[in-house]
């Protein structure tokens, strides 16, 4: 029976250790940030989408809006000048002092005067019956135009239920991924604090964010902390860093040694009057933007195994030694990220 107990724990250490690794797997967090990137983008193109619709669709009904209201108006007008018109026709008809005119045409006692008062009489029923026309034209014209109005409103509303929904699950799915690598970097040692700074600071979609603000004045809660304590990266970099560091441990035994990585404008001021000609100027240096480290436990040393494993490998997690750090001045343990060298799918 102890057998079968100890087979059991080594078999759920074993299991356990498994999981670990698939845990620090360098390749699974990066693959997270990058599907974080892609669902955000997805999100923002189809917000800007269902934005445009929106705007085309008040545009549309502002249109709709002023044709009817032309449309209305001009049946309104139309309306009051056949008002006289009409007025006079049935005073013709309705008073008998009006007719006298007619009366005589039809016994056959006719002259120029009854003549012309019949035909402003004929002319006033033509005019009459043309303005009716014209009338029922233009009413006939608005509910057309209003009926339009309707059927576009319906189907530009349909759409714009179909994007929203569309705009609802991206930012399901965004926040779906956001979530699973927050977790795998506390996994990972990254501290989240109880108000989830650090999963705020850590979504890569804040890395865009952060750069607005200027060298060294990035503030704290905008950064994404290491697992070596007391340093932090912008968003991106920072989840390139941990995935780089990693990889580096499954290599060396430990992570990468790390002794500086953002440095505010205070710090970095400090640096240059300490080392001049060491550090960049204040306000200039990659510290400032959290996009460079200086290493240690070996990297620091050029040509030591681990800066030469760094050179082979650092890349295709985007981060990399620059040509100056080689001559000018020689920086063997300052390295830089940059998003657009990583080559990991
Ligand atoms: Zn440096």
């Not at 295709?316 to 060298?341: C, L, M, Q, R, V």
Request: one cysteine or more; glycine letters at 6%.
């Amino acid at each position: 029976m102890p057998g079968r107990v100890e087979a059991d724990v080594r078999q759920r250490a074993a299991t356990a250790e498994a999981a670990e690794a698939a845990d620090r797997d360098p390749a699974k967090l990066t693959q997270l940030r990058k599907q974080a990137e892609k669902s955000a983008q997805e999100l923002e193109e189809a917000t800007k989408a269902l934005e445009k619709r929106r705007a085309g669709i008040a545009a549309a009904e502002k249109e709709l809006k002023a044709k009817l209201l032309t449309l209305q108006q001009a049946e309104r007008r139309l309306a009051e000048s056949r008002q006289p018109v009409a007025q006079m026709v049935e005073l013709v008809y309705q008073q008998p002092g009006m007719t006298s005119g007619v009366a005589p045409f039809l016994s056959g006692d006719s002259d120029a005067g009854t003549l012309r008062s019949m035909a402003n009489v004929s002319q006033m029923v033509t005019e009459r019956q043309a303005s009716v026309e014209q009338v029922a034209a233009l009413a006939k014209e608005s509910q057309r135009v209003a009926a339009e109005a309707q059927e576009i409103r319906a189907s530009n509303l349909l759409a714009e239920a179909q994007l929203s929904a569309e705009v609802d699950m991206l930012r399901k799915r965004s926040d779906k991924v956001v979530k699973s690598l927050t977790q795998a970097l506390v996994k990972l040692g990254i501290k989240v604090d109880k108000v989830g700074k650090a999963a705020f600071s850590c979504n890569p979609l804040r890395a865009a964010t952060a750069g607005n603000y200027p060298n060294g004045l990035i503030p704290t809660a905008m950064l994404c902390p290491l697992q070596q304590k007391g340093h932090s990266l912008r968003a991106d970099a920072a989840i390139a860093f941990i995935s780089l560091s990693e990889a580096y441990r499954r290599q060396f035994g430990r992570p990468i040694c790390v002794t500086d990585a953002y440095r505010n404008l205070a710090e970095q001021q400090s640096v240059y009057y300490r080392r001049p000609g060491f550090a960049a100027v204040p306000g200039r240096s990659n510290h400032g933007l959290g996009l460079a480290v200086d290493l240690c436990g070996g990297v620091e040393r050029f040509r030591s195994a681990e800066f030469v494993w760094m050179e082979r490998n650092s890349k295709k997690f985007g981060w990399f030694h620059p040509d100056w750090a080689y001559s000018s001045p020689f920086e063997p343990w300052h390295w830089e990220y940059d998003p657009k060298i990583d080559t990991l799918p």
